[in-house]
């Protein structure tokens, strides 16, 4: 906990609604948040916060915390049973299940949500024992398309460094709401003060950040491609691309021109709806730029042709050079890789759905349970995260949840998906126990936080590594003998530990995978101040060390048990690499480090489009509804509580002004949206910032919150609305924000 100081009341922590994490300080009061500022010596946010991390309190207290486990019973009630059943059912359970149908029929989903990546370190211990293959998670709605172009282009994830670039460019992505740029709201305000520099905003809505931009492509909804595809076609028309560049650092690059080269502009300017003109405008600025960075994310990752779109995105900053310099696109370290980047696409068992990092597509998981094959799974254990309201498709992956033998849920709270549970076990919340995240995304100055807990656990509750623990433990996953080995050598220091770790791992290889558990128990209880959960965090600084040793030392770390020291004492975060822009070239990992341009089955998809439909709507269902807007009060469905939000109490339909005359719909007014999988009704808002025939409803809202006689559900859960098969034909991606619906008056 915090040194006694001066201000001992204030404690440090970090803010865990956004991947941005910004660092905080809280004052408490008993166990409640009584008030909460930015930490201006936090190593990446500096002081910043945005609105919601002041509402943190409704988390924290949330009136829907679990304090015991739960078993559901064959009458379909839970009875609240203690840890040592829980355990040691679930453990026999899970057993069973491996030794009837083999552990690769055991799925495991989550791991971590926006603020705690902790536990889902410590799970893939128990998937190992268990010989669980197949997972998958929120990224596999979203950003496993880009990984797998950033596998072929870069080798994996680049950032933008939008503090110095002078043309910024966001698709499809509204960082005034969601972040995703740290101290997002200050940087676009410097941009967009600074008439040296340029905000291009492509999206369909007028966003806060559109207010912001020089230039709106306010493309029509889904329609990206085109956009995109003409503006690389003006750059290699008028001979705006970095030659330099090309020659020396890529390869490819002609086989891309020529078939950039044969697109007809006009009629692509005219499918996205962009004036021809715009689109040279824009096209020019940013071949004339020093330097060029862009973010893509939702508006197109969650809409047709996402995997394509994403190429087309890289390929706007790769033709004109705008890699490994500042104001440009980065590789960059990593504590933990989130994700694995290959090329080679592996299959899911029963549907033969693409693996993308290692992810089966969340729109395929129902399809993959759904079936009596007998390769499907058997058993799903789900943490830090709330499928059945995040995933496409409600009544589809409820069924799953059903057709499954065993669910194991482990929340802090009894949510929709944790209804659907056979066994629910209660973690502490993320301010009650050492907790970190793995989104460590930057460059040159690349940042790791590890949060000490401001309160002690729940009672009733533990901490995820516990709880893997206890599972492994009840499964005899390693010998006492070997255990007591490293317990030993921890006791004489942490060089006769590493020593014997490696010795262990050496000579028996099934070790290997149980790495974490095996820290935590022996390692774990040599840290200081209760902090075990930290450390698996010893074996990430070891990699780190072997990975980038040269950006180590420059962070001040000589080596990696002093990155570990910082990190477990530092409670404003650690700088943990330092990199110079030509390092960036050490991140690819082509043996010939070039960037090899040209992927044959995006350019074929690019071919495609002079006959790809532009517009799935139809007479039945007109309208485009984007099923999922990140607004001011959104924040998935981390706060169960609807009075945290001060403004849209009801998570409006947003419509355009027109389209709602044309229906006889104002505020205030209830309508109902229509999809082909699903009804639903909301508090319609009249909004111009939306165009004509496209509607929009925020992400997170429409749960079941309990209320003295059964449950309440306050705006839309806009997965009832979302279809399995409305998804991206490569990475199995969802299209949440391309559902076309019919809206009319309730
Ligand atoms: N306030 C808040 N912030 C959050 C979150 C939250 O729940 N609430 N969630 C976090 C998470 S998990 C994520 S992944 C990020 C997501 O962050 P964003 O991707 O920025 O969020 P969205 O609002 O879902 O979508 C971004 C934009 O896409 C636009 N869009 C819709 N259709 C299209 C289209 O066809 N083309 C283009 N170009 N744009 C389109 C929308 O108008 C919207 O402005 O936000 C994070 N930050
Ligand atoms: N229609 C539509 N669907 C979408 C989206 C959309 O835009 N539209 N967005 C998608 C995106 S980008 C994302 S990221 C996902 C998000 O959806 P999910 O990945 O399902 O995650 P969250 O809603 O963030 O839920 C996090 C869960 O973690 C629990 N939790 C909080 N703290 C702890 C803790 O300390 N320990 C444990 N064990 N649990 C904890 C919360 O109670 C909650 O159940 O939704 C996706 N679904
Ligand atoms: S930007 Fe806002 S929501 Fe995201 S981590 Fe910072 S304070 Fe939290
Ligand atoms: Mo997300």
Known sequence: MTTPTATEAWHKTACILCENNCGLLIQLEDRRFA?????????????????????????QNGATRLTTPLRREPDGTFTEIDWHTAISEVAARLTDIQRTHGGD??????????????????????????????????????????????????????????????????????????????????????????????????????????????????????????????????????????????????????????????????????????????????????????????????????????????????????????????GAMQPHSWMAPL????????????????????????????????????????????????????????????????ALDLVVVIDIALTETARHADYVLPAASQFEKWEATFFNLEFPHNTFHLRAPLLDPLPGTLPEPEIYARLLRELRAVSRGKLALLRAAAKLGRRPYAWTFAAMLATDKTLGGLAPYLLYETLGPTLPHGARSAAVLWALAHRVAKVYPAAMRRAGHHNADALFDAILTSRSGVTFTLDDYDDAWNYLPHPDKRIPLAIPQLLHALRELTTTPATHTTAEFPFVLAAGERRAFTANTIFRDDTWRRRDPHGALRLNPDDAARLGLTTGDRARITTRRGSAIATVETNDRMQPGHASLPNGLGLDLPTANGTHRTGVAANELTDLTWRDAIAGTPWHKHVPARIEPA
């Open 35 to 59: 008030k909460i500022r930015g930490d201006k010596d936090h190593v990446a946010s500096a002081g910043y916060t945005c609105n919601k991390a002041l509402r943190l309190d409704h988390y």
């Open 105 to 326: 029929k055991i799925f495991y989903y989550g791991g971590g949500g926006q603020g705690n990546h902790l536990g889902g370190a410590y799970s893939t211990a128990l998937r190992r024992a268990l010989g669980s293959r197949y997972r998958s998670s929120a990224l596999a709605q979203e950003k496993t398309g880009e990984g797998w172009v950033d596998a072929h282009l870069t080798g994996g994830h680049t950032t933008g460094d939008f503090e110095h670039a002078e043309v910024s460019i966001f698709l499809g992505k509204n960082p005034w709401q969601s972040h995703g740029v740290p101290r997002a709201r200050t940087v676009l305000q410097q941009i967009a003060k600074d008439p040296a520099r340029t905000m291009i905003v492509i999206d369909p809505v007028r966003t806060e950040t559109a207010d912001l931009a020089d230039i709106h492509l306010q493309v029509r909804p889904g329609t990206d491609a085109w956009c995109l595809a003409a503006l690389l076609a003006i750059l290699v028309r008028d001979d705006l691309l970095d030659h330099t560049f090309l020659t020396e650092h890529t390869t490819g690059s002609d086989t891309v021109a020529t078939d950039l080269a044969h697109i007809d502009i006009p009629a692509y300017a005219d499918i996205c709806g962009v004036p021809e003109n715009l689109l040279r405008t824009t096209a020019r600025s940013i071949a004339t730029a020093r330097s060029v960075a862009t973010y893509e994310d939702l508006g197109v990752q969650q809409s047709p042709n996402s995997t394509l779109i994403s190429y087309l995105n890289k390929l706007l900053w790769l033709l004109t050079g705008n890699f490994a310099k500042p």
């Open 339 to 402: 994700a694995g980047y290959r090329r080679e696409i592996k299959r899911s068992p029963v549907t033969g759905a693409p693996l993308l990092g290692g992810m089966l597509p969340c729109n395929a998981i129902a399809e993959e349970i759904n079936t009596d094959h007998p390769d499907r799974f058997r058993a799903m254990i789900i943490e830090s995260a709330n499928p059945a309201h995040s995933l496409a498709d409600s009544t589809a992956f409820r069924d799953a949840l059903h």
